[in-house]
T-cell receptor, first 114, second 113 residues
Framework: EAQVTQNPRYLITVTGKKLTVTCSQN?????MSWYRQDPGLGLRQIYY???????DKGDVPEGYKVSRKEKRNFPLILESPSPNQTSLYFC?????????????FGPGTRLTVL | QQQVKQSPQSLIVQKGGISIINCAYE??????FPWYQQFPGKGPALLIA?????SEKKEGRFTISFNKSAKQFSLHIMDSQPGDSATYFC????????????FGTGTRLTVIP
């Protein structure tokens, strides 16, 4: 089954404690991205990756890091989480950078930073 | 700055009624307009999309109407069903560049039986 998986699905942590949210896709997609979803703000892109070792900032990259060492994986790293990073996070992938390629989303990770 | 403005924020419709969600954009370079449907606890999923060279696209009970001159597009759900209750996001994208998909703020639709 073609899918994007994220782990963990739920996470409660404290300010300053480094965390990583993993993302993996099994569709051999080149393009992957991370979004955060907040009430009244919709989905905002954090980072994206065109391919292995190619990453770039989205609209709200502050406080986040990513890496793309393998095509299938695109982890999101919060080096020093703060309460304003409490949000619902989605990983997504699509075949290429062409906007008309269907974008597939993971099930989401709900993060709470105390 | 929100690239795509979406309204209403929430919508309650009786079963069998028509649900209408509106979106507006400013960037005339946008050339692809998808709608995503998100059920609670799930990620968004592509529902239907339109290019600006047509004014309407229909797939089953879902129709996108597109007004290029007004820079507006809308989703119509005919014969709304309780199973349509979800959050709907409009989006707009550019063909050039990789950071190229911009989402609206979402509409929570509730269809009452």
């Amino acid at each position: 089954e073609a899918q994007v998986t994220q782990n963990p699905r739920y996470l409660i942590t404290v300010t300053g404690k480094k965390l990583t949210v993993t993302c993996s896709q099994n569709m051999n997609h080149e393009y992957m991205s991370w979004y955060r979803q907040d009430p009244g703000l919709g989905l905002r892109q954090i980072y994206y990756s065109m391919n292995v070792e190619v990453t770039d900032k989205g609209d709200v990259p502050e406080g986040y890091k990513v890496s793309r060492k393998e095509k299938r994986n695109f982890p999101l790293i919060l080096e020093s989480p703060s309460p304003n990073q409490t949000s619902l996070y989605f990983c997504a992938s699509r075949r290429g950078a062409t906007s008309t390629d269907t974008q597939y989303f993971g099930p989401g990770t709900r993060l709470t930073v105390l | 700055q929100q690239q795509v403005k979406q309204s209403p924020q929430s919508l309650i419709v009786q079963k069998g009624g028509i649900s209408i969600i509106n979106c507006a954009y400013e960037n005339t370079a946008f050339d692809y307009f998808p709608w995503y449907q998100q059920f609670p606890g799930k990620g968004p999923a592509l529902l239907i999309a339109i290019r600006p060279d047509v004014s309407e696209k229909k797939e089953g009970r879902f129709t996108i109407s597109f007004n290029k001159s007004a820079k507006q597009f809308s989703l119509h759900i005919m014969d709304s069903q309780p199973g349509d209750s979800a959050t709907y996001f409009c989006a707009a994208s550019l063909q050039t560049g990789a950071n190229n998909l911009f989402f609206g703020t979402g509409t929570r639709l509730t269809v009452i039986p």
